[in-house]
C-alpha cells in the first residue's frame, strides 16, 4: 500500500484509493467510524472503498466500520433506497442503521433544514453505535459548488471562501470527516462501475429549484489550489489570532473581555480583527461573526486611537485610554423557562440542563460583584446580562447542583471547522467554556 502523502503538503486531486489510503494513515488512534451513507455515488464509493481498504490491513492502527442512512421521507422511493443501502451493508459485513427525519417539515429553507436533521440523526446514532467520528462523501466537486455559492455572497477575503474543512465538530459531540475532498464524483463512479457497484441517483440533485444545483448546471471554474490556499491562510489566521489572545486579553466575570496593546506592532492587524470578531460573536451570543461594515467600522475606531464606545452583534464595544472592554450589550435578553428535565440555551451564551423536579426561568441580572475600577458603562452593563435562574418562590443558589448553567461558544457551537480550532480553543480557555474534543486526524 502507497505511503500517506507528506503532513501539511497541498494535496492534488486523489483517486478514492489514494484518498482513503491517505485519510486512514492519518487516523491519530484505532477509530470507530460511522459512515453517512445516502446510497448516492459519492457516499456508496467512500463505503466501499473504506471496507476493502481496512481489510487490506495496511495500517499503524485498527479501525472499524458502522453506517447509517437519513430518510429524510421526502420522497416516496426514499424508503425503498434506504432498505437498498441497508442491504449493501449487509452484503459488506457493516452494521447498517436506518433513522428516520420525522415530524413536520418545513415550508421554505428545507435543505438547511435537511442539513440540520441530517447531523443531529447521525450524531445521535454514533452516540448509540459507540462510533468516535462521524464520515461523510463529500467530493472535490461539492467543494467547489460551495466556495461558488459562498462568494456569491460574501467578500473576496471571507473564512467561508475556504470552503469545508476536512474535519468539522458536531454540536461538541462528534468531529465530521471528509476523505474526499479532493476527490473528483466521476472518478468515484469509474471507481464503482470497475467493480459492478450500483448507486442510487437522487432527483433532487437535478432540481434546479435548490441553489447547489443551480451551481452545479453552471459549471463553476474555481480553481481547487485556490481553495487550498484560502484554507492554509485561515488555519494560519486562526493560529494568530489565538496567539494575539493570549497575550492581549483578560477576562473578569460577566463575563468582561479586556484587551490592552492594541497596536503591539508585532501582530498583522487581520490576525487581530479575526480574534476580535469572533469573540464579538461569542460575547454576543452569535453563530456568526459581524457584518463586514460593522468590522470596518470598529477598525477604523480602533486605527483612529481615541475612545469610542460601539455595539456589534449584541455587544458592547467600549475603548478607554489603551484598553478595549468587550461584554453582552443589555438589551434582547429574554427569559427561558424550562421544566424538569428540560435543557434549552439562554441568549446564545449558556446551555441551561434543570435536573430538578420544578419549573425553573432563567433571567437576566447582576453578576454578584463587580469591580469598582471598571468604566461605569461596564458597570452599569453588568447589572443585566447574567443569568440568574429561578423559582416561584425566588432565585435559586448560584451553585444549585439541579440546575446546570454552562457557558457555550456560540460561533463554533454548532459546527466547529478544523480551521478555527485554535482559536476556538483560546476562547474557551478565557471565558471558561468548555474545550473542544481534540481531531482524530
Known amino acids: 500500500m502507497a505511503a500517506p502523502l507528506a503532513a501539511g503538503c497541498s494535496?492534488?486531486?486523489?483517486?478514492?484509493?489514494?484518498?482513503?489510503?491517505?485519510?486512514?494513515?492519518?487516523?491519530?488512534?484505532?477509530?470507530?467510524?460511522?459512515?453517512?451513507?445516502?446510497?448516492?455515488?459519492?457516499?456508496?464509493?467512500?463505503?466501499?472503498?473504506?471496507?476493502?481498504?481496512?481489510?487490506?490491513?495496511?495500517?499503524?492502527?485498527?479501525?472499524?466500520?458502522?453506517?447509517?442512512?437519513?430518510?429524510?421521507?421526502?420522497?416516496?422511493?426514499?424508503?425503498?433506497?434506504?432498505?437498498?443501502?441497508?442491504?449493501?451493508?449487509?452484503?459488506l459485513g457493516i452494521p447498517h442503521r436506518i433513522l428516520q427525519w420525522t415530524g413536520e417539515k418545513p415550508a421554505t429553507g428545507l435543505s438547511a433544514a435537511a442539513r440540520i436533521a441530517r447531523y443531529r440523526l447521525l450524531s445521535d446514532a454514533a452516540a448509540s453505535l459507540g462510533a468516535d467520528a462521524i464520515v461523510t462523501g463529500h467530493t472535490l466537486d461539492d467543494q467547489i459548488e460551495t466556495v461558488a455559492m459562498r462568494s456569491g455572497r460574501s467578500a473576496s477575503d471571507a473564512p467561508g471562501l475556504a470552503g469545508m474543512a476536512q474535519a468539522t465538530l458536531y454540536a461538541g459531540r462528534h468531529w465530521i470527516l471528509r476523505p474526499f475532498l479532493h476527490t473528483r464524483r466521476n472518478a468515484i463512479r469509474d471507481h464503482l462501475r470497475a467493480q459492478n457497484i450500483d448507486w442510487i441517483d437522487d432527483p433532487s440533485n437535478e432540481d434546479p429549484r435548490y441553489e447547489r444545483v443551480r451551481i452545479r448546471q453552471s459549471a463553476p471554474d474555481t480553481d481547487p489550489e485556490m481553495i487550498a490556499r484560502a484554507g492554509h491562510r485561515r488555519e494560519t489566521l486562526s493560529a494568530e489570532a489565538a496567539a494575539w489572545l493570549s497575550g492581549h486579553m483578560a477576562a473578569m466575570p460577566g463575563p468582561v473581555a479586556i484587551i490592552s496593546r492594541l497596536h503591539d506592532g508585532l501582530t498583522p492587524t487581520d490576525a487581530r480583527d479575526y480574534a476580535l470578531a469572533a469573540l464579538m460573536a461569542v460575547l454576543g451570543g452569535k453563530p456568526h461573526r459581524p457584518a463586514a461594515a460593522s468590522l470596518a467600522r470598529l477598525r477604523a475606531a480602533l486605527d483612529d486611537g481615541s475612545d469610542f464606545r460601539l455595539t456589534l452583534s449584541g455587544t458592547l464595544a467600549l475603548r478607554r485610554r489603551n484598553q478595549l472592554f468587550l461584554l453582552r450589550e443589555r438589551r434582547g435578553l429574554l427569559p427561558l423557562s424550562l421544566a424538569p428535565g428540560e435543557s434549552g440555551i439562554w441568549d446564545g451564551r449558556y446551555a441551561i440542563v434543570n435536573k430538578s423536579d420544578v419549573e425553573v426561568t432563567v433571567m437576566p441580572g447582576p453578576i454578584r460583584e463587580i469591580d469598582a475600577d471598571l468604566?461605569?458603562?461596564?458597570?452599569?452593563?453588568?447589572?443585566?446580562?447574567?443569568?440568574?435562574?429561578?423559582?416561584?418562590?425566588?432565585?435559586?443558589?448560584?451553585?444549585?447542583?439541579?440546575?446546570?448553567?454552562?457557558?457555550?461558544?456560540?460561533?463554533?457551537?454548532?459546527?466547529?471547522?478544523?480551521?478555527?480550532?485554535?482559536?476556538?480553543?483560546?476562547?474557551?480557555?478565557?471565558?471558561?467554556?468548555?474545550p473542544a474534543p481534540p481531531a482524530p486526524v
Open 375 to 434: 468604566p461605569g458603562a461596564v458597570r452599569a452593563t453588568l447589572t443585566g446580562t447574567t443569568p440568574q435562574v429561578l423559582v416561584r418562590n425566588g432565585l435559586l443558589p448560584s451553585r444549585c447542583e439541579h440546575v446546570s448553567v454552562k457557558p457555550r461558544l456560540s460561533l463554533y457551537a454548532d459546527f466547529l471547522p478544523l480551521f478555527d480550532l485554535a482559536l476556538a480553543q483560546a476562547l474557551a480557555t478565557r471565558l471558561g467554556a468548555e
Open 11 to 91: 494535496l492534488p486531486e486523489l483517486s478514492p484509493e489514494a484518498a482513503i489510503n491517505h485519510f486512514l494513515h492519518t487516523l491519530r488512534r484505532p477509530t470507530r467510524l460511522l459512515i453517512g451513507i445516502s446510497g448516492g455515488s459519492d457516499s456508496t464509493g467512500l463505503l466501499v472503498t473504506l471496507v476493502r481498504a481496512i481489510a487490506g490491513n495496511g495500517f499503524a492502527h485498527s479501525h472499524t466500520l458502522t453506517a447509517a442512512t437519513i430518510d429524510h421521507g421526502l420522497r416516496p422511493a426514499s424508503a425503498e433506497e434506504a432498505r437498498q443501502v441497508s442491504k449493501l451493508c449487509e452484503h
